[in-house]
């Protein structure tokens, strides 16, 4: 059983930064492609960045050069570092674990992020 637990929302005024952070209870990133999404009010869950089991990384556009993830393989967690943010990036964030063999999913319960001023 996989179980991720969000931590690290909040408020935070335009401009500011927020670090995100996703933990396991155990090492599951030889196995499964970690990612973050968001959730806005009367909109579609979006993919913001995604690190695969080989370490590549990837953004959606809206996201690239503020967000960065990264991994501590030590604590069994997974980041997303957001900085200049904005306050169209309100939302509930999700941390998410993809099989890569089997493309069987895992959800965190979300964190709400807030910006505004």
């Known amino acids: 059983q996989v179980q991720l637990v969000e931590s690290g929302g909040g408020l935070v005024q335009p401009g500011g930064s927020l670090r995100l952070s996703c933990a396991t209870r155990r090492n599951i990133f030889s196995l499964y492609d970690m990612a973050w999404y968001r959730q806005a009010p009367g909109k579609q869950r979006e993919l913001l960045a995604r690190v695969t089991t080989g370490g590549s990384t990837t953004y959606t556009d809206s996201v690239k050069g503020r967000f960065t993830i990264s991994r501590d393989n030590a604590k069994n967690t997974v980041h997303l570092q957001m900085n200049s943010l904005k306050p169209e990036d309100t939302a509930v964030y999700y941390c998410?674990?993809?099989?890569?063999?089997?493309?069987?999913?895992?959800w965190g319960q979300g964190t709400q992020v807030t910006v505004s001023s």
């Open positions: 998410n674990a993809r099989h890569r063999v089997t493309l069987n999913q895992h």
